[in-house]
Nanobody
């Protein structure tokens, strides 16, 4: 099993920045990718950013140029730097780790990000 613990959410004004952290523990060797998802009230959960073990990244179009995902392999921690935040970014943000098969899906409990106008 892999355990994921998020931190760094909060309330920020539009145009501000936040950095989310996701610390992984347990069977780290199973992880091939880490990412961030978000879910706003009344909406489906959507992928925000993804980083593979080889460092390749992918972003949702809505956050490109504003968000940056990174990973510290020595600390088993993934980060999401969020700049130029908009009210539309308000959501619960979830850390995700994926392994080599569909049975290896791990989620954090989520952290609230609220962006005020």
């Amino acid at each position: 099993q892999v355990q994921l613990v998020e931190s760094g959410g909060g309330l920020v004004q539009a145009g501000g920045s936040l950095r989310l952290s996701c610390a992984a523990s347990g069977s780290i060797f199973r992880i091939v990718a880490m990412g961030w998802y978000r879910q706003a009230p009344g909406k489906q959960r959507e992928e925000v950013a993804l980083i593979l073990n080889n460092g390749r990244t992918n972003y949702a179009d809505s956050v490109k140029g504003r968000f940056t995902i990174s990973r510290d392999n020595a600390e088993n921690t993934a980060y999401l730097q969020m700049n130029s935040l908009k009210p539309g970014d308000t959501a619960v943000y979830y850390c995700h780790a994926g392994g080599p098969g569909p049975e290896y899906e791990y989620w954090g409990e989520g952290t609230q990000v609220t962006v005020s106008a």
